[in-house]
C-alpha cells in the first residue's frame, strides 16, 4: 500500500510545459507564470503584456508553464521523492530474495517513470549532485532514466518502456554485495569476482524469474544487457541482430552512464568525452545507431553538468536543449565563492556567461541547495 501510494503521488506532481504565447494577450493580464527551459521564472502571473514589442520580447524565446500542481508538499517534489524511492529499493533489493515480487517491482518501476515523466530533467541531472541510493543501485537508476530517454526517442509503446526501466532497475539485483564491495575497494577484483561479474545477467534473469516475472522484454534486457554487438559479450556472445533492441538500449545507457556518472574502476568523465570512447573503443560493442540518438537528444552538456562561466560564477545545466543544444545555465556561486542567495538564469550565448571550463563539485564549497536549481 505504501509503494501504491507513492506510485499515485508521483503521478500527481507539477508538470513544465511548452507553450506557444497568444498575442490576444497583448493588453492583457497574463493569466500564469510563465518559466525558462532551466524552470526559472520569466514573467509572473498577472504582469501587464503592455504592448506588441512586449509581447515579441517575450515570445521570442521557448516558454513553458505549469501544467498542473495537485501537491506543494516538500516530500512530494521529485528530488525528494527521488530519495525515497531509492532508499525502499535499496532495502528491497539488499533484502531476502524471497521477498521479492514482479508486483512490487513493477510497482518500483512505475514509480520512476512516473517522476520520469513529471520532471525528465531534474531526474537526469539531480541525482548526479546528490546521490540518492548507494553506489550500484544510484548507477542503475541512472541507467533508467537514460534507458527511458531513448526510449522516447525511438518510438518504444509505454508497455516496452515500463519493461525497459524494470530492466535497468533490476540488473545488478543478483550481485549487489559484490557490485558495493567493488565500489568500496576501488576496483579490485579477484579472479572469482570477474567469474561472479560475468555471471551476474544470467543470474539477474534467474532471480526474476523465481520472483514471479514472466515479462520476456524484461528478462532478455537483463540477461543481454552486456552482449556486444560484435559477439565479444557475455554471458551468451550474442551479436547484432540477436540481441534484443530493448537490451541494445540498455546497454548504451549502462556504458555511457558508467563513464559520466564513474564506477569502481574509473572516475566520472565529462560527455564529451564518454561519446568520444562510445564512438571510440566502444564503437564495436555498441549499437551506434543508438549511442548517435543519445548524443543527439542529450548533447555534451547534460543537465547535472557543472561549469565555470568567463565571470567567474558556478553554474549548473539544468534543463536539456532542444536537439542537445544548451543555451542557459543556472549559477548558484558568485566569482568569490559564496552561495547565491536564489539560483540566477544565464544566457551561455553572451560573452559575460559563456562557459569556460566544466568543474566539479568540491568539498570545500559552502552547501548548496541542489533542488532549488531544478525549482524545488
Given at each position: 500500500?505504501?509503494?501504491?501510494?507513492?506510485?499515485?503521488?508521483?503521478?500527481?506532481?507539477?508538470?513544465?510545459?511548452?507553450?506557444?504565447?497568444d498575442?490576444?494577450?497583448?493588453?492583457?493580464p497574463?493569466?500564469?507564470?510563465?518559466?525558462?527551459?532551466?524552470?526559472?521564472l520569466l514573467?509572473?502571473?498577472?504582469?501587464?503584456?503592455?504592448?506588441?514589442?512586449?509581447?515579441?520580447?517575450?515570445?521570442?524565446?521557448?516558454?513553458?508553464?505549469?501544467?498542473?500542481?495537485?501537491t506543494?508538499?516538500?516530500?512530494?517534489?521529485?528530488p525528494?521523492?527521488?530519495?525515497?524511492?531509492?532508499?525502499?529499493?535499496?532495502?528491497?533489493?539488499?533484502?531476502?530474495?524471497?521477498?521479492?515480487?514482479?508486483?512490487?517491482?513493477?510497482?518500483?518501476?512505475?514509480?520512476?517513470?512516473a517522476?520520469?515523466?513529471?520532471?525528465?530533467?531534474?531526474?537526469?541531472?539531480?541525482?548526479?549532485?546528490?546521490?540518492?541510493?548507494?553506489?550500484?543501485?544510484?548507477?542503475?537508476?541512472?541507467?533508467?532514466?537514460?534507458?527511458?530517454l531513448?526510449?522516447d526517442?525511438?518510438?518504444?509503446?509505454?508497455?516496452?518502456t515500463?519493461?525497459?526501466?524494470?530492466?535497468?532497475?533490476?540488473?545488478?539485483?543478483?550481485?549487489?554485495?559484490?557490485?558495493?564491495?567493488?565500489?568500496?575497494?576501488?576496483?579490485?577484483?579477484?579472479?572469482?569476482?570477474?567469474?561472479?561479474?560475468?555471471?551476474?545477467?544470467?543470474?539477474?534473469?534467474?532471480?526474476?524469474?523465481?520472483?514471479g516475472?514472466?515479462?520476456?522484454?524484461?528478462?532478455?534486457?537483463?540477461?543481454?544487457?552486456?552482449?556486444?554487438?560484435?559477439?565479444?559479450?557475455?554471458?551468451?556472445?550474442?551479436?547484432?541482430?540477436?540481441?534484443?533492441?530493448?537490451?541494445?538500449?540498455?546497454?548504451?545507457?549502462?556504458?555511457?552512464?558508467?563513464?559520466?556518472?564513474?564506477?569502481?574502476?574509473?572516475?566520472?568523465?565529462a560527455?564529451?568525452?564518454?561519446?568520444?570512447?562510445?564512438?571510440?573503443?566502444?564503437?564495436?560493442?555498441?549499437?551506434t545507431?543508438?549511442a548517435?540518438?543519445?548524443?543527439?537528444?542529450?548533447?555534451?552538456y547534460?543537465?547535472?553538468?557543472?561549469?565555470?562561466?568567463?565571470?567567474?560564477?558556478?553554474?549548473?545545466?539544468?534543463?536539456?536543449?532542444?536537439?542537445?543544444?544548451?543555451?542557459?545555465?543556472?549559477?548558484?556561486?558568485?566569482?568569490?565563492?559564496?552561495?547565491?542567495?536564489?539560483p540566477?538564469?544565464?544566457?551561455?550565448?553572451?560573452?559575460?556567461?559563456?562557459?569556460?571550463?566544466?568543474?566539479?563539485?568540491?568539498p570545500?564549497?559552502?552547501?548548496?541547495?541542489?533542488?532549488?536549481?531544478?525549482?524545488?
Amino acid at each position: 500500500m505504501i509503494l501504491r501510494a507513492i506510485h499515485v503521488a508521483c503521478i500527481e506532481l507539477a508538470l513544465l510545459r511548452p507553450i506557444q504565447l497568444d498575442p490576444a494577450l497583448i493588453g492583457r493580464p497574463l493569466p500564469r507564470d510563465l518559466f525558462s527551459e532551466s524552470g526559472v521564472l520569466l514573467a509572473g502571473a498577472g504582469m501587464l503584456l503592455a504592448d506588441e514589442a512586449h509581447f515579441q520580447k517575450l515570445a521570442s524565446r521557448p516558454l513553458y508553464q505549469i501544467a498542473e500542481v495537485e501537491t506543494n508538499s516538500e516530500s512530494d517534489r521529485p528530488p525528494q521523492r527521488l530519495h525515497e524511492l531509492g532508499k525502499y529499493t535499496a532495502s528491497l533489493l539488499a533484502g531476502p530474495r524471497q521477498g521479492l515480487s514482479e508486483e512490487e517491482l513493477r510497482l518500483l518501476a512505475r514509480a520512476f517513470l512516473a517522476l520520469f515523466r513529471a520532471d525528465p530533467d531534474a531526474c537526469l541531472g539531480y541525482p548526479r549532485l546528490a546521490p540518492i541510493a548507494p553506489p550500484c543501485l544510484a548507477h542503475s537508476l541512472n541507467v533508467l532514466f537514460i534507458a527511458v530517454l531513448l526510449a522516447d526517442q525511438l518510438d518504444l509503446s509505454e508497455a516496452q518502456t515500463e519493461s525497459l526501466a524494470a530492466a535497468a532497475l533490476t540488473m545488478n539485483s543478483a550481485d549487489i554485495p559484490l557490485h558495493e564491495r567493488l565500489h568500496k575497494n576501488l576496483g579490485f577484483a579477484s579472479n572469482e569476482d570477474w567469474v561472479s561479474l560475468r555471471a551476474h545477467p544470467a543470474q539477474a534473469a534467474t532471480l526474476l524469474e523465481q520472483a514471479g516475472v514472466t515479462d520476456q522484454d524484461w528478462l532478455y534486457s537483463v540477461r543481454q544487457h552486456h552482449e556486444n554487438m560484435d559477439g565479444s559479450g557475455y554471458p551468451a556472445k550474442l551479436a547484432g541482430a540477436q540481441i534484443s533492441l530493448a537490451a541494445r538500449i540498455l546497454h548504451v545507457a549502462d556504458v555511457y552512464c558508467a563513464k559520466v556518472n564513474g564506477r569502481y574502476y574509473h572516475p566520472p568523465k565529462a560527455s564529451n568525452f564518454a561519446f568520444r570512447e562510445l564512438f571510440g573503443e566502444e564503437r564495436a560493442h555498441l549499437d551506434t545507431q543508438i549511442a548517435t540518438v543519445l548524443l543527439g537528444r542529450i548533447g555534451l552538456y547534460p543537465p547535472g553538468t557543472l561549469v565555470r562561466l568567463a565571470n567567474r560564477e558556478n553554474a549548473c545545466i539544468t534543463r536539456l536543449g532542444r536537439h542537445g543544444k544548451i543555451h542557459f545555465a543556472t549559477s548558484f556561486m558568485d566569482a568569490r565563492g559564496r552561495a547565491l542567495d536564489a539560483p540566477r538564469e544565464r544566457n551561455l550565448e553572451t560573452r559575460a556567461y559563456a562557459v569556460q571550463s566544466l568543474i566539479d563539485v568540491d568539498p570545500a564549497w559552502p552547501n548548496i541547495n541542489w533542488p532549488l536549481l531544478w525549482g524545488y
